[in-house]
């Protein structure tokens, strides 16, 4: 949730922090900081709000180094204050820190009765007495890394300077993702490879419990028993030009637009090979997925409910049971475990603690059979996995999920086919007829989104509003939800959404004019039970902004407003249902004048609990 960059290098260092940590802003913009070591000396800026303002302090106050580490925070112990803003310094021993200590009330402890004192309200702090304390005992700044991060329960990767070693920084990883990158006399770390693109390409992935020392011109990493070992180099082929912003005001808007492409990469390996084949889902998946008698989704968030889709699929296609459950709520109930059933995590990050400890957890109950939809080569939770599919949304800025959502119901509908095939229950002509479905896919989304203007039009009547309410049945439920979580993380209007046959049952309590009722009414077999909840929504004087197909042969009339998404797509009609529902949250939130890319409270990806 936070960002961490770090960089050692002949040159000044201080804008390659800076230009790190604007990458990094969508992961957390609560405050940032960078220290440098400089001369004999630890210089420290931090300021809260955006990256900017502390920029514009560091370039005030003359900051220069070629060696230094930065920090953009989202606040999890202590306000967001400049006080608790990254990094925090012991005796000249700077530190930056993403992930929660456990026991930092009893590190505290122990700290205060040997002198220490306290600045700050966080965790982080502790870390940096702890290893001043080491250092006291005779260490060296590596060693005394090694020693704290065994006296630590929690999550954390950290990345360490000392005005006495201005020759290296040192860094360490549990359970938060962090990196190396290698370039020509000069290394850096980074919590994600795009605060360092700018600089190389070339990375290692620090595995779980690793340490590394991190010099101009070497990188040595050391295994959680401190011994030293290689960890293979990657070459990261994130294009620029998905962490830039090109011609668009955002990037939720951008990330929008690449859907038609987002969605083509993620299919190509099936269209080309007209066929949908185990090997898509890894090595061995084959083996894997015949033996599965049932399907288990966990996830969190727009990626719950990509999941909540794909149980109609799955079920309704390869005729498999699936259950979907909120990942923080499956890791913490007694669970009645079936190994013989798949389990599916579902993340774009790949890095969101609650699913991947809800995976853990099932691995725990005997699960081995583990599939990843993951759009981030290399995280976490597809190397805990035993088979990926990996989306190819390339990077999503936005805080917003968009691309990376669709392009997990893609695979997510390649799984439900390929299972169905492996079951005996698809048929030549069927698999065809989908492998069309999904080459027209891209261009149906293109017209979707041709609709812009019309649903920038609706967003006009619903920035002033307070409430709305969101309605689907079946297979388009989950859209309604994903429609209403849009809306409201971006624009703060307060959204729900229900299956439109639940309405009877108690929100129809809530419906006057005030409220406008956005309903997903495609041309599936649920039309005509969706118009009847539209009747009971009329006749409580409820406005009516419905999204339906262009044959559903639903007019307008006196408030109920229709826009037609373009014609019926069948069993891929949620996919393109998505777009207009993104649109109008994007366009209501410009309306409101709220911040689109980086709304309050939250941050990207979610790697606390
Ligand atoms: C909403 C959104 C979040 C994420 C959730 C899970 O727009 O982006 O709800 O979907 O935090 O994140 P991942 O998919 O990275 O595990």
């Known amino acids: 949730m936070c960002g961490i960059v770090g960089a050692i290098?002949?040159?000044?260092?201080?804008?390659?922090?800076?230009?790190?940590?604007?990458?990094?802003?969508y992961r957390g913009y609560d405050s940032a900081g960078i220290a440098v070591v400089d001369g004999q000396d630890v210089r420290r800026v931090r300021r809260t709000g955006r990256v900017a303002e502390m920029e514009g302090a560091a370039a005030g106050e003359g900051f220069r180094s070629s060696l230094g580490i930065g920090h953009t925070r989202w606040a999890t112990h202590g306000g967001v204050t400049e006080a608790n803003a990254h990094p925090h310094i012991s005796h000249g021993v700077a530190l930056v820190h993403n992930g929660i200590i456990e026991n930092h009330e009893e590190q505290r402890e122990r700290l205060r009765a040997l002198g220490y004192e306290f600045e700050s309200q966080t965790d982080t702090e502790v870390i940096a007495h702890l290893i001043h304390h080491h250092l006291k005992q005779g260490t060296d700044l590596l060693q005394a890394l090694q020693r704290v991060v065994k006296e630590l329960t929690g999550a954390y990767a950290?990345?360490?300077?000392?005005?006495k070693e201005p020759e290296r920084l040192v860094c360490a990883r549990m359970g938060c993702p962090l990196l190396v990158g290698l370039g020509e006399g000069e290394n850096f770390v980074a919590s994600d490879v795009s605060a360092i693109i700018q600089a190389t390409r070339r990375v290692i992935f620090l595995e779980e419990g690793d340490t590394a020392e991190v010099a101009r011109d070497r990188v040595?990493?050391?295994?959680?028993?401190?011994?030293p070992v290689q960890r293979e180099e990657h070459v990261s082929d994130v294009s620029l030009a998905s962490l830039e912003l090109g011609p668009y005001r955002h990037f939720m808007q951008k990330e929008i637009h690449?859907?038609?492409?987002?969605?083509?990469?993620t299919l190509e390996a099936v269209i080309d090979a007209a066929g949908f084949e185990p090997s898509l889902f890894g090595a061995g998946a084959e083996d894997v997925l015949q033996q599965v008698e049932g399907i288990q989704i966990l996830a969190c968030g727009t990626s719950y409910y990509a999941g909540s889709v794909a149980r109609y699929w799955i079920e309704s296609i390869s005729g498999l049971p699936c259950s979907v459950e909120i990942a923080s709520e499956y890791r913490y109930r007694t669970v009645v475990a079936n190994p013989k059933h798949l389990v599916v995590t579902i993340s774009q990050s790949g890095e969101t603690l609650d699913t991947m400890e809800a995976l853990k957890y099932a691995k725990s109950l005997g699960h081995a059979h583990t599939l990843s939809i993951c759009n981030v080569p290399e995280s976490a939770i597809p190397r805990a996995s035993r088979l990926v599919f990996y989306t190819r949304a390339g990077a999503e800025i936005g805080v917003a999920s968009t691309k990376a959502f669709t392009t997990q119901l893609a695979g997510l509908f390649l799984l439900a086919a390929t299972l169905a095939k492996l079951n005996g229950r698809l048929d030549a002509e069927q698999e065809a007829g989908y492998i069309e479905a999904l080459r027209h896919l891209p261009?149906?989304?293109?017209?979707a989104l041709n609709l812009e203007p019309q649903i920038a039009s609706w967003a006009e009547r619903f920035a002033p509003k307070q409430h709305a309410l969101f309605l689907g049945r079946g297979v388009h439920y989950p859209i309604a939800l994903e429609g209403a979580l849009k809306l409201k993380e971006i624009s703060y209007i307060h959204a729900e959404a229900y299956p439109a046959g639940e309405l009877k049952h108690g929100p129809?309590?809530?419906v006057d004019a005030d409220m406008p009722v956005v309903v997903i009414a495609p041309n599936d077999g649920l039309l005509e039970k969706v118009k009847s909840n539209m009747q009971e929504v009329r006749a409580r004087g409820g406005e009516l902004f419905v999204f339906t197909d262009q044959d559903s042969n639903f007019g307008e009339s006196e408030g109920v407003h229709v826009i037609r998404t373009p014609r019926h797509v069948g069993v891929l009609s949620p996919i393109v249902h998505t777009i207009p529902v993104q649109l109008l949250a994007y366009h209501t939130a410009l309306?409101?004048?709220?911040?689109?890319?980086?709304?309050?409270?939250?941050a990207k990806s979610v790697t606390v609990e």
């Open 443 to 447: 261009g149906s989304v293109q017209h």
């Open 9 to 25: 290098a002949d040159r000044n260092v201080v804008p390659v922090l800076i230009e790190g940590l604007k990458r990094l802003e």
């Open 591 to 602: 309306a409101r004048g709220t911040d689109v890319d980086k709304p309050r409270n939250l």
């Open 220 to 227: 040595r990493v050391f295994d959680a028993d401190d011994q």
């Open 258 to 265: 690449e859907q038609p492409r987002a969605l083509g990469d």
């Open 158 to 163: 950290l990345a360490v300077v000392s005005r």
């Open 508 to 510: 129809l309590a809530l």
